[in-house]
Structure formats: C-alpha cells, structure tokens
T-cell receptor
Framework: DAGVIQSPRHEVTEMGQEVTLRCKPI?????LFWYRQTMMRGLELLIY????????DSGMPEDRFSAKMPNASFSTLKIQPSEPRDSAVYFC?????????????FGPGTRLTVT | GDSVTQMEGPVTLSEEAFLTINCTYT??????LFWYVQYPGEGLQLLLK?????DKGSNKGFEATYRKETTSFHLEKGSVQVSDSAVYFC??????????FGTGTSLTVIP
C-alpha cells in the first residue's frame, strides 16, 4: 500500500508569495495531522482533522496559515504571505480508524525554504 | 499538564554497544506510551508501543517497558548498528485523545 504522499518534496519561494503544501493520507485513515519541524523548535503539531473536520488548530502559528481537508483523501496547508521564518520541513501524518491519534504514519515531508 | 521528557542528546555510540535512551512522563489517568524513530531525510515511524503498566513493547531489537511506579518508558537495545543512527522520539497518548511528542534524542552509531 502507498504511504502518506506529500507534494511537493521541496519548495523554494520568495517572501510574500503564497505557498500550498499537499497531502494524500493513507486510504481508510480517519485522522490527519500537519506538523512543522525545525532545529530550533523541534516538532510542532499545527492542526489535526478527524473525518475531514478540524479538531484542534491551536498550533497554527498565525492567520497566515490555513489548512483544509475537502475530502478523506486530500488536505492542503497554505501559507499566505510566506516569511523566511516559515522555512521548515512540514510533515503530514494520518492514523487508522480505531487508533485515534496514537499510531501516526508520517509522509516524507516537504522542505520549504522562504528567501 | 501531560508531557514527556526525554534525555538530551546527541548520543554517540560504537557499533555493538548497549543503548539506553531515557523517557519519563507526566500524565493523569492511564496513558499509552510510544517510541517513534526518524531516519535522516524521512518522516517519523512508529517503532514500538505499550498501552498499560508493565507492558513491554519491542521491535527491531529495541525494547521499552511501561513502568508506572517510576513513570518511565526507557528505550533499550542490546547491540546497536550503524543503521540505527536516527532521532528517537518518546510520545504519550492520553485517554482524551491528546498526543505529545518529546523533543527527540539524536543517536549516531560509529563503526
């Protein structure tokens, strides 16, 4: 089975531009998570969804960040406008029905560089 | 509040050495405990888990025992290999469906 798919794998953009990160969770998984990882701040949970509904977005840093999950097989994380401090690796993860938030399967990540 | 604390890294070991990475937790109720591993350039992977006191999780030669009396879940491996070089994250899941990762411990194994 395919794992969690993220695209693009690398993104380089200029400050002020809009960035959209994409995620396809594993089929049948009902939770989806977005994380950000940096050397300075480690792994941070940004938002998670259950059955396409946002459950906790308290980790979203500010209004420049938004996430959507229009259906069970697709989610986006958008940054508008982007800033250099948004440079990080962004991970999407999903977890199977019945395991809640516990058994998370991570994608390979998107490395974002904002210049 | 609920949290996990794991030992500071980085840890550097020679091949075939014994590994211990300490993890302690704070939680109300009866949490589940996990170790995740992140290999270079990849996302995190679930390594092992334990859902109740005295459970031992094991996988790929790694083990961890859920110790309620010491609120600990230390990761051990008897003989590490170069391929075990990675960052290891302790994590806690609560009955209220909250999940907390530790800060991660970097392990480098040298031949």
């Amino acid at each position: 089975d395919a794992g969690v798919i993220q695209s693009p794998r690398h993104e380089v953009t200029e400050m002020g531009q809009e960035v959209t990160l994409r995620c396809k969770p594993i089929s049948g998984h009902d939770y989806l998570f977005w994380y950000r990882q940096t050397m300075m701040r480690g792994l941070e949970l940004l938002i998670y969804f259950n059955n396409n509904v946002p459950i906790d977005d308290s980790g979203m840093p500010e209004d420049r960040f938004s996430a959507k999950m229009p259906n069970a097989s697709f989610s986006t994380l958008k940054i508008q406008p982007s800033e250099p401090r948004d440079s990080a690796v962004y991970f999407c993860a999903s977890s199977p029905l019945g395991t809640g938030v516990y058994e998370q399967y991570f994608g390979p990540g998107t490395r974002l560089t904002v210049t | 509040g609920d949290s996990v604390t794991q030992m500071e890294g980085p840890v550097t070991l020679s091949e075939e050495a014994f590994l211990t990475i300490n993890c302690t937790y704070t939680a109300t109720g009866y949490p589940s405990l996990f170790w995740y591993v992140q290999y270079p350039g990849e996302g995190l992977q679930l390594l092992l888990k334990a859902t109740k006191a005295d459970d031992k999780g094991s996988n790929k030669g790694f083990e961890a025992t859920y110790r309620k009396e010491t609120t600990s879940f230390h990761l051990e491996k008897g003989s590490v290999q170069v391929s075990d070089s990675a960052v290891y994250f302790c994590a806690l899941g609560t009955a209220g469906n909250q999940f907390y990762f530790g800060t991660g411990t970097s392990l480098t194994v040298i031949p």
